[in-house]
């Protein structure tokens, strides 16, 4: 079983040297469904895997000086009270209705990942300095939030994040993706020390050879994205997690609501729609709204 997890892990550790997150999303299917640890174990197992391959990541950039430590530890800080709440809450939520939210928090990525990332020049031109008490508010308030979500489904938040820093915490996209890392390191320690303090259980020697694969897995990746489209990684990666998602919505929602697995795939296939709308409707509104009118074709013809 080590041997496997190490293997799948290396290639977990691959996508997220290639893509710059994400690999933490494969790390709970991998424990759950092909090693066969419980739930509230594989997410504290993730933590582990997670936070340990975040914490070389962040040495790796604050030797090149891209990590900003003042937002990154006022950001993980709120990120770690969230954390340590999701860990307490997680103790009481059904095994079933984790996975169920932790197939939510794929797709949500996998939507993060689609929608094309604001550039933060752009960003600086087209929007408006926020007083600095608002951008203290809304950094913590989404500090808090996905501390709140890896602390219960163990997944690291790096693509909400890398946004809320750029967007919020004023920060370049690369002192953005690096601080990241600083965050979803507080943020797995803290809910994994919550996770222990529940009583979930962590195989120590699975959460090691896992961590190792995964850190080596990253470097190798780092290296062989080099000369490959960044965009086209991100979408390919962001359809097989669609894809993973609707598999455990299937999985789980088949055993929850007693469903056939064809009126599990139905409804898992409605949910995700529905998100996916819900999602990318905000998005076409905006560029609607900016559009201008067009002018009638007669006027285009007229001397």
Known sequence: MLLLGALLSLLAGVSLGLLGGGGSILTVPILVYVLGVEPRGAIATSLVVVGLTSATGTLSHARAGRVEWRVGLLFGAAGMLGAALGGRVGRFVPPTLLLVAFAAMVLATAVAMLRKRPEPAMAAVTMPEAPVERRLSVVLRNGFGVGLLTGLVGAGGGFMVVPALALFGGLAMPGAVATSLLVITLNCASGLVSALLSGAPVDW???????????????????????????GLRKG????????????????LSGLFHLSSVRALALAGGLSLGALVLALLPLALRRWLREPPSEPRENLTRP
């Open 237 to 252: 990666f962001a359809s097989f997690i669609v894809a993973l998602g609707v598999f455990i919505l299937v999985r789980e």
């Open 205 to 231: 020697l699975l959460a090691g050879g896992m961590s190792v694969a995964s850190i080596v897995g990253s470097l190798l990746g780092a290296r062989l994205g080099h000369g490959l489209s960044p965009e």
